[in-house]
């Protein structure tokens, strides 16, 4: 298994924490609330089925965000408030999930928890004030496993006060494709296959819809470019190709400092934003290339440096201010262990499961598993206990690995969605801010709508009680 050569295992040092000191390391590395500005900016959004010139070009069916695959990035300055009118014009049910955003609970897009799902023909409006900046995305979350895979997805970048002067700021979303003879998406969803493995994986991958993006760049240049993980299953080990970028952020928010992206796992759900400088000939071709299956590489797209631009690119990268070690956080008991496996049973004849129960629409009602007071620190362990890929989701809030299979993990920065490996056990740290009920998934889409799901609720701390 490829490891990044900067999760070096740390020595605990032998002082021991306390959940109050944890917390305290926490300070406020995130903020409690939103700052709005005043500023609403307004979007519509539609989703309906549509016909595309996707993957290698030819026609391909599929249901699209505003006629596009991806659909669009919604752009909006920190402190702005967003309010999406979404209209539903697909043949199903659906709501809009605004993936890693602390949004109020209501806006959170979960059918029968956080909102009724919206029916054909029907409207909702979304609104929110991002509390952080960074690269989001949005997506369905009402039968994922086939929405996701026609095309409903788009990005949400949420632009600091004052954005670092990159010269461009470029957004791929990585997917991938399974496509019959007619070349049209393959119209079996959730198929026994896809569920005993690692979810549906396609036969083509493609960045922003297709096999052929190449992205031009003069030399002299600094690129953002925000990678988004909008596969069902698929995880991506991107090579390069003689690049050196440097990783500022993870699910969106900054890291401690930029970090070599050699090893890095993109799993679905991810994000990671680059810092790409181009400072060599005024002419050169990269072409970057998924390794995450070694007898299997895919390209994903190319970079073509032709012609000289002096834009002025001297400024530090962007970086956290603050992120928590919490290496004394191996040391807390373990507030609750979450068991990833699988059984027979359930509709489709195999579930997934989360200690032995398998998530049904009605539970969305059902009692959280966990219940956690906001403003204080937290202890999860996940053991996976099959053989299979488990990338788990947390809505509403960040976390920090602490160790992978007991070993103490250096990740500089938080995340919203972490890999667990077959037979992994992970352990994680949070502070949880924001009050509400919140989803907690496998983000292999199959996974989670055979029962790999389930409800974590966080209650207001004795300090929000009082401002209220
Ligand atoms: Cu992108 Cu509930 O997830
Ligand atoms: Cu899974």
């Known amino acids: 298994m490829t490891r990044a050569t900067w999760l070096v295992a740390c020595l605990l040092l032998a002082n021991p924490a306390s959940a109050d000191s944890l917390r305290a390391e926490f300070g406020h590395a995130l903020p409690e609330r939103a700052r709005p500005n005043g500023h609403v900016v307004d979007f519509e959004l539609v989703a309906a089925p549509t016909e595309l010139p996707l993957v290698d070009g030819h026609e391909i069916r599929v249901w699209a965000y505003n006629g596009r695959v991806p659909g669009p990035t919604f752009r909006v300055r920190l402190g702005d408030t967003v309010r999406v009118h979404f209209t539903n014009r697909l043949p199903q049910e659906t709501t809009v999930h605004w993936h890693g955003v602390r949004v109020p609970n209501g806006m959170d897009g979960v059918p029968n928890l956080t909102q009724p799902p919206i029916p054909p023909g029907g409207s909702f409006t979304y609104e929110f004030t991002p509390k952080d900046a960074g690269t989001f995305w949005f997506h369905p979350h009402v039968r994922s496993s086939e929405q996701v895979e026609r095309g409903l997805y788009g990005v949400l970048v949420v632009d600091d006060d004052t954005p670092p002067a990159f010269t461009r700021d470029v957004v791929w979303v990585l997917d991938d494709w399974l496509l019959d003879e007619q070349g049209q998406i393959f119209a079996q969803f959730n198929t026994a296959h896809d ?19 190449t992205l031009q760049v003069r030399s002299g240049e600094r690129i953002r470019l925000r990678l988004v993980n909008a596969s ?21 928010l900054y890291t401690a400092g930029p970090l ?33 299956y070694p007898p299997q590489p895919n390209r994903l797209a190319s970079i073509v440096v032709d012609g000289i631009s002096d834009a002025a690119t001297h400024f530090p990268s962007p970086a956290h201010a603050q992120v928590p070690r919490w290496s004394g956080g191996l040391h807390e008991p373990v507030d609750k262990v979450f068991r990833l496996n699988s059984r027979r049973g359930g509709p489709y004849g195999i579930e997934w499961t989360i200690n032995d129960h398998a998530f049904a629409g009605h539970d969305h009602a059902a009692p959280p ?20 890929l488990h990338p788990i989701h947390l809505h509403g809030m960040f976390f920090r690995l602490l160790a992978r299979n007991g070993t103490p993990v250096d990740e ?37 709508e055979a029962g790999m799901m389930t409800t974590l609720r966080v209650d207001a701390s004795a300090d929000q009680r009082a401002r209220k």
């Not at 400088?277 to 005024?282: E, I, Q, S, Y």
């Not at 050169?284 to 998924?290: M, N």
């Not at 500089?412 to 502070?431: A, C, M, N, Q, Y």
């Open 195 to 213: 569920l005993m493995h690692d979810g549906r994986w396609g036969n083509f991958v493609t960045v922003n819809g297709r096999t052929d993006t």
């Open 232 to 252: 069902n299953g698929r995880v991506y080990l991107p090579d390069f190709g003689g690049l050196e970028p440097r990783i500022i952020a993870v699910d969106g």
């Open 260 to 292: 070599d992206p050699h090893g890095f796992e993109i799993a679905p759900g991810n994000r990671v934003d680059l810092d790409l400088r181009f400072t060599d000939a005024a002419s050169a071709r990269y072409d970057l290339v998924d390794r995450f």
């Open 369 to 388: 598993a966990l219940v956690m007071q906001a403003d204080r620190f937290v202890h999860l362990q996940f053991v996976n206990d099959s053989f299979r």
């Open 412 to 448: 500089p920065f938080f995340r919203d969605t972490v890999l667990v490996h077959s037979k992994e056990t992970i352990d994680i740290g949070l502070v949880p801010l924001d009050v509400g009920s919140w989803m907690m998934h496998c983000h292999i889409l199959e996974h989670a």
